[in-house]
């Protein structure tokens, strides 16, 4: 009888079977999945009573037993297409999936280097310490966190990106309070809250026992951020975007926008706890990626868009940007005024600032110059350690002009 075409080629022995799974679960947790001991005996129970004729209901069995939220279902998939293929040809297969991530031509699946570094196995373990290492000379070398701020988040490997994570979690983004047009109950608060004295008096027959007070809530801003995927500012973008997706991740009342010849809102895509998954989306929903630049026109539609919306209580805006305007500065004086006008502070980042000699000499620098409120570099860790220390309650705001 010949099997059908779907089948999986699985050893007949319960034994092989159990093996290939905690394989597949080892591999899982690897690349980043939260499984195990407990997760790899319910999914051989799982496999066993579905059964293994078909390659679908084995893949629904270890799904329904290995992947807990929504967003872990992209790695799964491919990490079962990568396995059952022929457990045997794991290296190969890492090899392959490595070669085609790092096509310039191709964009490489969500997970992917994360995925073939997993397939290819641990590391080998160290040399022991009884053996002399060479000595190195150090003395041009730089620490690994240095290295780090300057590596580019689409190069680093699993290790390096965890490392990163670890980073931009320190960077922890704590705007400054601000009031609001709410008030809450406080014995102790500045204004008298007549309503709450009378609802009092109230419950004890029209009696005054004492005087409820209020106070103002205080809430940090809403914070926006406008941020430039052209040519120009392709390198720049990658790492701006994983420190945007922890903010999203970690606030409330955070929008993100990007632009490059329109703008686009990718709010929701960020929300997405994956950060390869969350910019997989924002690929398939930007069009102009790494394309040319229309500033003027995009913030001339954010404002008459999106203003009213994001801009209310005191907002905060990062405008993200090296100012060279395709159209030549056209209409980007008024529309930056307006953006100015309508926020509490807006910050432009400008990652040509790491340059000693920089001189506003292009017609949408010197446009936009005069109309924002600070004006920083912005093109590696430390730059963004020094956003956050700004944006701190008690931070000192600077205009640099």
Known sequence: MIPPRDALDVPEPAAALGANILGFVRLLRRAGLPVGPGEALRAAEAVSLAGVEQRAVVKAALRATLVRRHDQSLLFDAAFDLFWRDPERARAGAALALTEAQRPEEKPRAGGRRLAEAMAGPRPPPPPPGEEKPLQDAAMTVSEREALGRLDFEAMSAEQIAAAKREIR????????????????????????????????????????????????????????????????????????????????????????????????????????????????????????????????????????????????????????????????????????????????????????????????????????????????????????DLVAALAPGGREERRR
């Open 170 to 385: 320190r960077l922890a983004l704590r705007l400054d309070t601000r009031p609001t047009r709410r008030f809450r109950r406080d014995p102790l608060g500045p204004r008298v809250d007549l309503r709450g004295t009378l609802r009092e008096a109230a419950r004890t027959g029209g009696e005054i026992a004492g005087i409820a007070r209020r106070r103002r809530v205080r809430r940090p801003p809403p914070l926006v951020a406008i941020c430039d995927i052209s040519g120009s500012m392709a390198r720049y973008a990658q790492v701006l975007l994983h420190f945007l997706h922890a903010v999203v991740n970690e606030r409330d009342r955070v929008q993100c926008f990007v632009f490059g010849t329109r703008l686009s809102n990718i709010t929701r895509q960020l929300r997405h706890k994956d950060p390869e998954i969350a910019f997989e989306m924002v690929g398939h929903m930007v069009p102009d990626w790494s394309g040319g630049t229309r500033i003027g026109e995009a913030l001339e539609e954010f404002n008459r868009r999106w203003g009213r919306r994001v801009l209310g209580q005191g907002a905060v805006v990062l405008l993200i940007t090296d100012g060279l305007d395709r159209e030549g500065g056209a209409g980007l004086a008024e529309a930056t005024e307006r953006l100015r006008r309508s926020c509490r502070r807006l910050v432009w980042l400008n990652p040509l600032l790491r340059y000693a000699g920089f001189e506003p000499r292009s017609q949408g620098i010197r446009a936009m110059l005069p109309h924002v409120h600070e004006f920083r570099p912005v093109h590696n860790l430390e730059s963004l350690r």
